[in-house]
């Protein structure tokens, strides 16, 4: 069965950087693109980007962008996103997500998200 | 880029059919025929439950149902059940890979 595992909580400073991983099981892990998604508590989904694991191309949110980096490791079916100069704004989960199939814009598969705490 | 528009909230009786709408641009909701609607109870991940606008994911009850006129879109949930009662968004393609959520709307089943 398809399994998404991502990393432990974290707690940060302002300014630092954080690396969250989700490790994939159950299927083809280059054959479907991850996407991270983030939710503030009490608020809304907001879309991130994506990484290919077969290219590497990645696709980033303007918000984002020069900010976060996503890269996978296809030796272990894993993918991480690192979000830096973080602020107490980015306190957050974090979730990676598969997509239905290669290209679809809709997820069927969740990590069970990673909260990532930004305080001095 | 802002999130796509959802009321905050919306209630209905046990039995009951409710809509939240989802009001985005010709950039994104009304340009593409790529519209989703995740479930999220709280502290769990987002299930989706319908996509490409229309289309119910698999094990999807048939009281769920999605539309979209111009740039905006609709989620309808029949026959209202103390289960509905959890928040849902919607996303939608918006051009050159990228996807864009909506605000969220907690549905309260009454």
């Known amino acids: 069965q398809v399994q998404l595992v991502q990393s432990g909580a974290e707690v940060k400073k302002p300014g630092a950087s954080v690396k969250v991983s989700c490790k994939s099981s159950g299927y083809t892990f280059t054959n479907y693109d991850i996407n991270w998604v983030r939710q503030v508590a009490g608020q809304g989904l907001e879309w991130m980007g994506w990484?290919?694991?077969?290219?590497?191309?990645?696709g980033y949110a303007q918000k984002f962008q020069g900010r976060v980096t996503m890269t996978r490791d296809n030796s272990i079916s894993t993918a991480y996103m690192e979000l830096g100069s973080l602020k107490s704004e980015d306190t957050a989960v974090y979730y990676c997500a598969r997509p239905m199939w290669r290209g679809a814009n809709q997820f069927d598969f969740w990590g069970q998200g990673t909260l990532v705490t930004v305080s001095s | 880029q802002s999130a796509l528009t959802q009321p905050r909230s919306v209630s209905g009786s046990p039995g009951q059919s409710v809509t939240i709408s989802c009001t985005g641009t010709?950039?994104?909701?009304?340009?593409?025929?790529?519209v989703s609607w995740y479930q999220q109870y709280p502290g769990k991940a987002p299930k989706v439950i319908i996509y490409?606008?229309?289309k119910r994911a698999s094990g999807v009850t048939g009281r769920f149902s999605g539309s979209k006129s111009g740039n905006t879109a609709s989620l309808t949930i029949s026959g209202l059940q103390a289960e509905d009662e959890a928040g849902y968004y919607c996303?939608?393609?918006?051009?050159?890979?990228?996807?864009?959520f909506g605000g969220g709307t907690k549905l309260t089943v009454l």
């Open positions: 490409d606008v229309t």
């Open positions: 990484v290919n694991p077969n290219t590497g191309n990645t």
């Open positions: 996303s939608s393609y918006a051009g050159s890979y990228t996807l864009i």
């Open positions: 010709s950039s994104d909701v009304g340009g593409y025929n790529y």
